[in-house]
C-alpha cells in the first residue's frame, strides 16, 4: 500500500493556476513537517515548498507570492495551491511527510509517487 497518495497535477497554460492533493491518511505515526519538491529534466530534486506542524511555512524564492501551501490535519493532507503558473514550473511535482516513530524513537520521510505538472501553451 502506497502511505502517500498524491492528484492534481496536469497541463495548464501560462498563468494558469493548478492545485495538488497529498494523503497520508495511511500513516499512523504522529506527521510533523509536511512540503512538496519538483524535479525537472535533467535537474536536481528541489524544495518547493514546506509547512511545520505548527503551520509554518517556506518557500523556495521562484515560488514565493505565486504558490501557497497549506494542510488539514484532520485528513492528513497537504495542498499546495499553485497561481500564475509559469513554463519553468514544469516539472514531476513529489510530496514529502516526515514522521516521528516512537518504537525507533526517529523520524524518517515518505515520499510520493509524484504528479506531472506541465505549463505550456
Known amino acids: 500500500q502506497v502511505p502517500l497518495v498524491e492528484s492534481g497535477g496536469g497541463l495548464v497554460q501560462p498563468g494558469g493556476s493548478l492545485r495538488l492533493s497529498c494523503a497520508a491518511s495511511r500513516i499512523t505515526f504522529s506527521i510533523n513537517t509536511m512540503g512538496w519538491y519538483r524535479q525537472a529534466p535533467g535537474k536536481q530534486r528541489e524544495l518547493v515548498a514546506s509547512?511545520?506542524?505548527?503551520?509554518?511555512?517556506n518557500y523556495a524564492d521562484s515560488v514565493k507570492g505565486r504558490f501557497t501551501i497549506s494542510r488539514d490535519n484532520a485528513k492528513k493532507s497537504v495542498y499546495l495551491q499553485m497561481n500564475s503558473l509559469k513554463p519553468e514550473d514544469t516539472a514531476v511535482y513529489y510530496c514529502?511527510?516526515?514522521?516521528?516513530?516512537?518504537?525507533?524513537?526517529?523520524?524518517?520521510?515518505?515520499w510520493g509517487q509524484g504528479t506531472q505538472v506541465t505549463v505550456s501553451s
Open positions: 514529502n511527510v516526515d514522521v516521528w516513530d516512537p518504537y525507533v524513537s526517529s523520524s524518517y520521510s515518505y
Open positions: 509547512i511545520t506542524s505548527g503551520d509554518s511555512t
